[in-house]
């Protein structure tokens, strides 16, 4: 997968982005929660700005110091979670 297949997401080499408003800040919240869930399952973490009911997710991975699959993929089940929640 590659930044091209990820049309919310912007980004780089070392990180990739997504900003993402919900209708709530409990919403916003909720999306966090579930979020932290995959990333637990994955064992890859995103870094998240939590701003009332804006969200910026950025990922990459730490141990390789850039973007890899694993990024890819958790940007792909951070979209799937926004998508269901918003
Ligand atoms: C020990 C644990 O598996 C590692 O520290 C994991 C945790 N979550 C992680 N998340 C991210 N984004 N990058 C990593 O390299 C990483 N490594």
Redesign the pocket.
Known sequence: MALADLPEWSGDDTTITRTVELPSFMDAIAVVDRVAVV?EEM?????IDIRWRKLTFR??????GKVTE??FK?ARRIDDIVANQA
């Open positions: 990333a064992d890859h973490h995103p870094d990922c990459s991975t730490h141990s390789a694993r990024d958790l």
